[in-house]
């Protein structure tokens, strides 16, 4: 944050107040009004946060109006073609691409931290076989709390760094179990001999009977979404984890709120919402209808996968999931994919019809994921929790930035109070 001494002038009831300016390296000014209250006695107001930075951060920038989103400087289109997911999981933690050396540690770091305590298996267990995944990793995500004692401590760097590499590394495997647990087939162990994605893959559709052979193909294509998924600023999810960390919760605690919050369909539950409203469209002849309810005010439906609050432009990731789309359903076969040619002529007449492009909705994120997803072979109830794979090193890297930031406090919003005032109780006799 510079120290420019530029201020905005805020008149009240004839008062005036100076309030410091600050440039950030990109993106927008921001005005100061930490001292606001102090000093005029008046609280801003802006739910939803549309026009309120919550924090600094270095690590992930998003320009909404030209679509561009990169992080720790480096564009995601070409995080996406040239990085892997465990080499922009250390970009996303320790702000720089790795030497050869260090991501060999790193990878290796995370790789021998893969498997859950032997006894979590049980909570598993405890949940009903047709549980959404998404509750079952909130539980087991939240319990970590109550076996990984020695990574609690947020005040010691050590724990914070076991931590982070903990969650990074057991994710996949809580994601896949609670998906065998969900199907009625045993867990199968994660392996050391085996990439991040082809590992995943391998727990989810691997059978004890039989060696399962990753295909390469789907191997990257999973890399490639996990990657697209890893950060976004300070998303809804995100800010959780940021208000949750803000109390000294101990970090598995936290991420478990980001992953609750994560779930629902206006944000990463939005992918299983997607491939939902383009199945129960069906063919492009219902289009318009689908399109005129989107429009129609009086009706609560939203194109799914369709409109951001920061993206007024073409969500970068969506551009290059679509593309992964068309690829991974072409080398598997399957490029007439009647979900694909709905979503495609849906974009078209969507982006044609001057409700969204006035409104500036684009596709987002997950407009196109599930469609890969689903010819990978996932249900729809794994679209999110593998998002949640995905978004833990995001949320970790931002936890890991606000706990060692020397000015962070407790989070503690404000409010416009439009509530009854003062007044005495009335016994109930004389009600
Ligand atoms: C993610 O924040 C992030 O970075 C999130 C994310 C990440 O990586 O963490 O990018 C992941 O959550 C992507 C978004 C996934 N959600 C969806 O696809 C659900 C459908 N989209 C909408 O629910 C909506 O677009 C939001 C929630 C994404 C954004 O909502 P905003 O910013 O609060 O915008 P809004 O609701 O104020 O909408 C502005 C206008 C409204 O019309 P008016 O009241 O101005 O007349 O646009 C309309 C909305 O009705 N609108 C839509 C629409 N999205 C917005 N109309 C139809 N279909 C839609 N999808």
């Known amino acids: 944050m510079s120290d ?17 300016i600050f440039s950030p390296t990109a993106g927008p000014d921001v005005i100061d009004i930490r001292k606001l209250y102090g000093t005029a006695g008046v609280f801003t107001y802006d739910p939803g946060f549309t026009s309120t930075a919550s924090c600094d951060s270095t690590i992930t920038f998003i320009d909404g109006d030209k679509g561009e989103l990169q992080h720790r400087g480096y564009p995601i289109d070409q995080l996406a073609e040239k990085s892997h997911f465990l080499e922009v999981c250390f970009l996303l933690l320790y702000g720089e691409l790795p030497s050869p050396a260090q991501l060999e540690d790193f990878e290796s770091r995370v790789t021998n931290h893969t498997m859950l305590h032997e006894q979590m298996q049980y909570f598993f267990r405890g949940f ?24 609690t401590d947020v005040r010691d760097e050590w724990q914070r760094e076991v931590a982070s ?15 065998k647990y969900s199907i009625g087939q045993p867990f199968v162990y994660p392996r050391n001999d085996i990439d991040y994605a082809s590992n995943f893959l391998r727990m989810c559709f691997g059978v004890p009977t039989e060696d399962y052979q990753v295909n390469p193909i789907l191997s990257r294509a999973m890399d490639r979404i996990f990657t697209l998924h890893a950060d976004h600023e300070q998303n809804a999810s995100t800010s959780t984890v940021r208000l949750a960390s803000s109390s000294g919760a101990n970090p598995f605690a936290c991420i478990a709120a980001g992953i609750a919050c994560l779930w629902g369909p206006a944000h990463g539950g939005a992918n299983q919402a997607c491939l939902e409203m383009l199945r129960e469209i069906g063919t492009p002849d219902r289009i318009p209808e689908f ?3 989107a429009k129609d005010k009086d009706d609560p439906f939203r194109l799914m996968g369709f409109g951001h609050r920061v993206y ?21 076969g399957v490029e007439n994919n009647p979900t694909l040619q709905v979503a495609k002529e849906l974009e078209a007449q969507a982006l044609a019809d001057p409700y969204f492009s006035e409104k500036k909705l684009f596709p987002n994120v997950d407009f196109y994921s599930g469609i890969i997803l689903e010819a990978m072979g996932f249900p729809t109830s794994m679209f999110t929790p593998i998002f949640a794979v995905s978004r833990t090193v995001g949320w970790i890297s931002q936890w890991k930035e606000m706990i060692a930031d020397p000015q962070m406090k407790i989070g503690r919003p404000r409010q416009l109070y439009q509530g009854a005032t003062l007044r005495d109780y009335v016994d109930i006799e004389k009600r």
């Open 128 to 151: 009903r076989r047709d549980a959404h995944p998404m509750a079952i990793m909130v539980g087991v995500v939240g319990a970590m709390s109550a076996f990984y004692h020695d990574s």
């Open 4 to 20: 420019e001494k530029r201020v905005a002038k805020l008149e009240i009831d004839g008062k005036s107040y100076d309030l410091p």
């Open 312 to 332: 007024k432009n073409f969500d970068p990731r969506a551009k290059v999931m679509k593309q992964s789309a068309d690829e991974v359903l072409e080398l598997l």
């Open 165 to 179: 590499i903990r969650m990074i590394a057991k994710m996949p495997t809580i994601a896949a179990w609670a998906f």
């Open 291 to 293: 399109i005129a309810r």
